[in-house]
T-cell receptor, first 116, second 115 residues
Framework: AQSVTQLGSHVSVSEGALVLLRCNYSSSVPPYLFWYVQYPNQGLQLLLKYTSAATLVKGINGFEAEFKKSETSFHLTKPSAHMSDAAEYFC??????????????FGQGTILTVHP | GAGVSQSPSNKVTEKGKDVELRCDPISGHTALYWYRQRLGQGLEFLIYFQGNSAPDKSGLPSDRFSAERTGESVSTLTIQRTQQEDSAVYLCAITNGTSGLHEQFFGPGTRLTVL
């Protein structure tokens, strides 16, 4: 079984400020972890993924995330927010094996608002 | 999304009617998934197809939901006797030979509204 919890359904930051979106997971098998972004009226786009290589993963648009097994976390960060980062962000987990293989389990999503 | 189109983009129907949602994936994909996104919620897995294996239907919420895939191309998700609780965005996703199962490419979705 696997699950994802995103802390904070809404996060608001000022342009230029640090972005931190929190994600905690549970998985009965070693996880693969993903962050997706959904811009208004657009489909989901992959930001970055962790697939058991380096624990610090860099993605598109300056985002990165760190896999911390001891904390079962995969928080998404960006040092300096840009207005164009305003979107909804989803954390997702997929089991590396077992019956959950291939299926993504998503968190509830976090809406990021960036103020000028 | 890269290589996935869905139709219709919007569908409004009356309670009790059947609806059919279509996913047209790029050729050569390795697996195809259906998810549902209800308002204010994350995506829920519904079903997935991979090769000639039996589809994993474990996420279908009731027997009113079914899905088929024609060969390794078009997939249709059918909802019979729709209920208001079925209102959601239905998303199709694929994996391809390059990404393996590590990345799913999502279509734009079909927004279903049941009145």
């Amino acid at each position: 079984a696997q699950s994802v919890t995103q802390l904070g359904s809404h996060v608001s930051v000022s342009e230029g400020a640090l972005v931190l979106l929190r994600c905690n997971y549970s998985s009965s098998v070693p996880p693969y972890l993903f962050w997706y972004v959904q811009y208004p009226n657009q489909g989901l786009q992959l930001l970055l993924k962790y697939t058991s290589a380096a624990t610090l993963v860099k993605g598109i648009n300056g985002f990165e995330a760190e896999f911390k097994k001891s904390e079962t976390s995969f928080h998404l960060t960006k040092p300096s927010a840009h207005m164009s980062d305003a979107a909804e962000y989803f954390c997702a987990v997929r089991g590396a094996g077992g019956t959950s293989y291939g299926k993504l389990t998503f968190g509830q999503g976090t809406i990021l608002t960036v103020h000028p | 999304g890269a290589g996935v189109s869905q139709s219709p983009s919007n569908k409004v129907t009356e309670k009790g009617k059947d609806v059919e949602l279509r996913c047209d994936p790029i050729s050569g994909h390795t697996a195809l998934y259906w998810y549902r996104q209800r308002l204010g919620q994350g995506l829920e897995f519904l079903i997935y197809f991979q090769g000639n294996s039996a589809p994993d239907k474990s996420g279908l919420p009731s027997d009113r939901f079914s899905a088929e895939r024609t060969g390794e191309s078009v997939s249709t998700l059918t909802i019979q006797r729709t209920q208001q609780e079925d209102s959601a965005v239905y998303l199709c996703a694929i994996t391809n030979g390059t990404s393996g199962l590590h990345e799913q490419f999502f279509g734009p979705g079909t927004r279903l509204t049941v009145l």
